[in-house]
């Protein structure tokens, strides 16, 4: 079964200055790799999907990330946050034949003026 | 269009009661998936739905079950709640049994006394 390792669990960083979340996934099949962004009493918004194609993604806000197959990545980047990019980010894989979805443990992006 | 609409939005049970959850997936979307958000962790996938059958289930124990109607909305039955179910039991619907990306609502938030 596939699994997701969100490395950080707590990112601090002040507005306009760039962020970088981190993601590591483990699969033995081929998977679809995506980013939600869980806002207070809320559900999941899909940032961004790789499916297949150009590695280099790029999702709502001003996020991007970038699959990386040889060290089994896809880590999320933006160059200038703001107070409001403040949440819970999610990476998330499943597999191309179905859709159990293995989320990994999220990463609180905080946003300080 | 409306997305996907979950309810109740909140519910307090008690140990060993019964609880049925519901979930009305967007338009169009025949697949319906369930999952498990205990605090501070990443969603947990419970079970796939697509044309009223199951297809995908998680590890949890047979005390979950689910069904599909013909009108692909969805129910997730729980019995002899434990503290330990006390989570946001998210809904995500998508068009096909493998096509992504998945849309999440807003989820059920069931506390457990």
């Known amino acids: 079964a596939q699994s997701v390792t969100q490395l950080d669990s707590q990112v601090p960083v002040f507005e306009e200055a760039p962020v970088e979340l981190r993601c590591n996934y483990s699969?033995?099949?081929?998977?679809?790799l995506f980013w939600y962004v869980q806002y207070p009493n809320q559900g999941l918004q899909l940032l961004l999907k790789y499916l297949s194609g150009s590695t280099l993604v790029k999702g709502i806000n001003g996020f991007e990330a970038e699959f990386n197959k040889s060290q089994t990545s896809f880590h999320l980047r933006k160059p200038s946050v703001h107070i409001s990019d403040t949440a819970e980010y999610f990476c998330?894989?499943?597999?191309?034949?179905?859709?159990?979805?293995?989320f990994g443990a999220g990463t609180r992006l905080t946003v300080k003026p | 269009d409306a997305g996907v609409t979950q309810s109740p939005t909140h519910l307090i049970k008690t140990r060993g009661q019964h609880v049925t959850l519901r979930c009305s997936p967007i338009?169009?979307?025949?697949?319906v998936s369930w999952y498990q958000q205990v605090l501070g962790q990443g969603p947990q996938f419970i079970f796939q739905y697509y044309e009223k059958e199951e297809r995908g289930r998680g590890n949890f124990p047979d005390r979950f079950s689910a069904r599909q109607f013909p009108n692909y909305s969805s129910e997730l039955n729980v019995n002899a709640l434990l503290l330990g179910d006390s989570a946001l039991y998210l809904c995500a619907s998508s068009l096909k049994f493998s096509n992504q990306p998945q849309h999440f609502g807003d989820g059920t938030r069931l506390s457990i006394l």
């Open positions: 338009s169009g979307h025949k697949s």
């Open positions: 699969s033995s099949v081929s998977v679809y």
């Open positions: 998330a894989v499943t597999p191309n034949n179905n859709n159990d979805m293995r």
